[in-house]
């Protein structure tokens, strides 16, 4: 004879038994309880049992959410990687590693999206630590051309006075582009020799989000031009949108072409290159490209040297 | 070469004469023979105009022998001169 999971009780007959899912999204056990108490709702397993049983399970957490990073560059498109993304690739790639798949049990998208909300009343450690589990976004996908290998990054052989420089600052640049980056890598090779290479990194935006940044997003097909908060967020520094955001596109690349752009305390920079650096230099207004990030801070360089990478061979 | 090409390439050519002390000949040659502007796709060319032609010009003078040639002050970033041209040009063309 077996007890009931919810009411405790004995089932006295087979025919009163039944089994029904733990209510932990990530749990998968299944418990006998008696047909009447099925209807309960969040009827728990053995296991968790002890876990308290949230009030709502709310999937809008925006509301309760705490101002951290990683919200805001979910917010912020990062469609120019996936615009850029080759139709078809020009280059030998030799593929990544594969990455270990850690595949937790079963859990539905709708189900992971209520795990935080469970996380915030549980009482004990083990199962909330399943149930905290955020979706992951998904990497950031960046190429650096050159004509010189190299193996890991080293900011001192960047160069000074370029779009996000900071004064004085050498900075590393890649981009969401690889058609760019293969157009760059075999220009690097014309003047100075050498053959042409690109290096995909594959970075965790999410370790990215603990430095400090900020991203102008450009769509070249719609002119959507947006600047983000810095991350992490800071007050009295609000999202700039259109006209607004290229404007203050255009300021930073002109400043960080003259060689007097000031950005303390910040790792790096994303947004859309300047295209004609010389009819700027003329006067005239300043073209926005397609994506590159600039690291001007070792932080930012060590998150990039312990990332996946990959060394395509420019056909 | 289109007119903005044209434009590009004699900033190129001016830049090796100026500043590399090279005769407008020898400038012609060197940059022919690069293949510089010789574009396998438009991205080569939108990469080609994402730098001033005075880094071309030092890619095309320094580039091979010496490609740390930026870390010199006297080379990067570009002459006020050659940053005071641009803008004459500017106002020229305004």
Not at chain 1, 13 to 24: A, D, G, L, N, P
Not at chain 1, 170 to 190: H, I, V
Request: with cysteine.
């Amino acid at each position: 004879m077996a007890e009931c999971a919810q009411c405790g009780q004995t089932i006295a007959r087979e025919s009163q038994k039944t089994t029904v899912k733990c209510w932990i999204p990530s749990c998968g056990n299944s418990v006998t309880v008696h047909q009447g108490c099925a209807a309960a709702k969040a009827i728990a397993c053995p296991v968790h049992k002890d876990v308290k049983k949230p009030k709502t399970r709310s999937r809008n957490k925006k509301k309760d959410a705490p101002a951290e990073a990683t919200p805001v560059i979910a917010e912020v498109p990062s469609a120019p990687v996936k615009v850029d993304a080759p139709s078809k690739p020009l280059v030998a790639e030799t593929p990544p590693e594969p990455k270990p798949v850690t595949k937790p049990p079963e859990p539905k998208k709708s189900e992971a999206l209520a795990l935080p909300t469970a996380s915030k009343t549980a009482t004990v450690t083990e199962p909330s630590k399943e149930v905290c589990a955020k979706p992951k976004l998904p990497p950031l996908v960046v190429y650096h051309a050159t004509a010189t290998p190299f193996d890991k990054i080293d900011l001192s052989y960047g160069r000074t006075a370029l779009d996000f420089n900071p004064k004085n600052k050498k900075c590393f640049y890649a981009g969401g582009s690889l058609e760019d980056a293969q157009a760059w890598a075999k220009l690097q090779a014309k003047t100075k020799g050498g053959k042409p290479i690109i290096y995909k990194y594959e970075i965790d935006r999410e370790e990215l989000a603990k430095l400090q940044g900020y991203k102008y997003y450009y769509n070249q097909t719609t002119g959507k031009f947006i600047k983000s908060q810095p991350i992490p967020p800071k007050s009295g520094e609000p999202t700039l949108n259109g006209v607004d955001a290229y404007r203050d596109w255009q300021n930073t690349v002109k400043k960080g072409r003259a060689n007097t752009l000031e950005l303390p305390g910040y790792d790096y920079v994303e947004g859309p290159m300047l295209l004609n650096p010389t009819p700027v230099k003329r006067g005239a207004p300043a073209k926005a490209g397609k994506h590159q990030i600039a690291l001007s801070s070792q932080k930012a360089v060590d998150i990039f040297n312990n990332s996946p990478r990959t060394k395509l061979d420019v056909i | 070469m289109d007119p903005e090409l044209q434009s590009f390439y004699n900033d190129v050519l001016y830049c090796l004469v100026k500043y590399g002390g090279l005769t407008r000949e020898l400038a012609g040659k060197i940059v022919a023979d690069s293949k510089l502007f010789e574009f396998d796709s438009p991205n080569e060319r939108e990469m080609l105009f994402h730098e001033l032609p005075y880094y071309w010009a030092m890619q095309l003078l320094y580039g091979k022998e010496f490609p740390e040639w930026h870390e010199d002050p006297e080379l990067w970033p570009p002459p006020q001169d050659y940053l005071d041209h641009l803008k004459r040009e500017g106002e020229r063309q305004a």
